[in-house]
């Protein structure tokens, strides 16, 4: 079984920063964050290979996030840099054992609680 927990939400002005991680128990293979909006769809945000060897971003967050794994502390990060106000949301880490570099939501087999993520202007 894999358990995800997402800590580092908060809130801050636009144009700041925030570093979320996912700290993760059991084996994963595929991660990606993602995040949802009140009154909208979870969407993908980042994706990470196995081994950290290729990442892919949304088009919204590509050049501001970037994301990152630990594989001694089984440890997932996001590094958000110039926050704007529509990237507050609701984060979530994802995980699965097979499916990799999925923005499918249904592909993703765990998820963490999430953490909340709130940019004012």
């Known amino acids: 079984q894999v358990q995800l927990v997402e800590s580092g939400g908060g809130s801050v002005q636009a144009g700041g920063s925030l570093r979320l991680s996912c700290a993760a128990s059991?084996?994963?293979?595929?991660m990606g964050w993602f995040r949802q909006a009140p009154g909208k769809e979870r969407e993908g945000v980042a994706l990470?290979?196995?081994?950290?060897?290729?990442?892919t971003y949304a088009a919204s967050v590509k050049g501001r996030f970037t994301i990152s794994q630990d594989n001694a502390k089984n440890t997932l990060y996001l590094q958000m840099n110039s926050l704007k106000p529509e990237d507050t949301a609701m984060y979530y880490c994802?995980?699965?054992?097979?499916?990799?570099?999925?923005?499918?939501?249904?592909?993703?087999?765990?998820w963490g609680p999430g953490t909340q993520v709130t940019v004012s202007s």
């Open positions: 994802a995980a699965d054992r097979v499916r990799c570099g999925s923005w499918s939501t249904s592909n993703y087999a765990y």
């Open positions: 990470i290979y196995p081994g950290g060897t290729m990442t």
């Open positions: 059991g084996y994963t293979v595929c």
